[in-house]
């Protein structure tokens, strides 16, 4: 039998296979596979893209690009061919720059963005950013939506700079995917809760959900969360690798977490605490007086000598 002869449900599940850049070339093979797929491209592996939305001199623009790639289209977002979305998957959305926009304009920018991710099956999205966006309270819905989305969804999620029209629900944070998370000189309609979001984190990494790097960075965290974080570092068998920045911690943040520590029997040498289960790996804490900032991240002895020899350490942390 012929691969023509097969039902058209049946070569979906074969293309369903087929790597994400031979799809475009398959449409060329006979007017049979590009109908199939076609029909079928929101379910078969679509080309990664990264989507980024912007502003500029008032009016709210949109470009595309592949994945890796420098140069893309770029137009007017209300021009733009959103069936062109059915054909490629959108692994990063970026939104820039949009604070000087008439907000009827912004309201139907969002609606048009959330009906399209929707419509055309979005479901590769691993980078969600907000930068230098100030949205109000009549796009709450839509915004709401879209980080439903990141969170389901995405690796890293990053707001800096921005006023958003969002809160985040207990519920969502725990089943929530990203490993990646920042939040920087930025407000929502409720407080950020920091310490929700680390103690995820520290879940994710007990649970060895986690199993790859994580990093963190936050306007704030309580003393409380942070000291949980770390006792749980030092004692598990097998942690990951991380790296946490907490703003807004001046000396009192500090002399509080010091109180903190010595009520636990969390000893420490230069701030470095070691691990409970491995001799030779430590938490590394660091503070900045000039930024109020706390820096929390491991670092490990590993002997640089072969056995025999006078024993030798060096340091070595990983960084992001």
Request: charge should be neutral.
């Amino acid at each position: 039998m012929s691969m023509h002869q097969l039902p058209s449900e049946m070569l979906r599940s074969v293309f369903q296979n087929v790597n994400s850049q031979d799809i475009p070339k398959l449409r060329s093979v006979c007017q049979m596979f590009n109908s199939v797929i076609k029909e079928n491209y929101c379910y078969l592996p679509r080309v990664a893209y990264l989507v980024k939305i912007y502003s500029v001199n008032g009016e709210i623009m949109i470009a595309n690009m592949k994945s890796g790639d420098i140069n893309g289209s770029t137009q007017n977002l209300f021009d733009f061919d959103f069936n062109h979305w059915r054909e490629i998957g959108i692994v990063e959305l970026e939104f820039e720059i949009i604070n000087e926009c008439d907000s009827i304009k912004v309201a139907k920018a969002f609606t048009l963005i959330l009906r399209e991710m929707i419509r055309t099956r979005q479901s590769q999205l691993r980078k969600m950013v907000f930068t230098n966006v100030r949205l109000s309270a009549d796009v709450a819905t839509e915004v709401k939506q879209l980080f439903d989305i990141a969170l389901y969804q995405c690796e890293n999620v990053t707001v800096e700079n921005s006023n958003l029209p969002i809160s985040f629900h207990s519920d969502s944070l725990k089943s929530a995917k990203f490993d990646h998370f920042r939040w920087i000189s930025s407000t929502g309609s409720k407080t950020l809760p920091s310490d929700i979001i680390l103690r995820k984190l520290q879940n994710d990494m007990k649970n060895a959900v986690n199993k790859r790097s994580f990093l963190a960075e936050m306007d704030s965290v309580s003393v409380e969360a942070a000291c949980d974080f770390v006792e749980e570092w030092l004692r598990l068998p097998v942690a990951s690798f991380f790296n946490l920045s907490f703003h807004n911690c001046d000396e009192t943040w500090k002399t509080r977490f010091l109180e903190e520590c010595e009520r636990r029997h969390l000893t420490h040498n230069y701030m470095e605490f070691q691990s409970r289960t491995h001799t030779n790996s430590h938490v590394k804490i660091s503070f900045s007086q000039d930024a109020s900032t706390c820096c929390i991240w491991p670092v490990f002895d590993v002997p640089a000598r072969t056995t025999g020899q006078s024993v030798c350490y060096a340091r070595y942390f990983r960084d992001f």
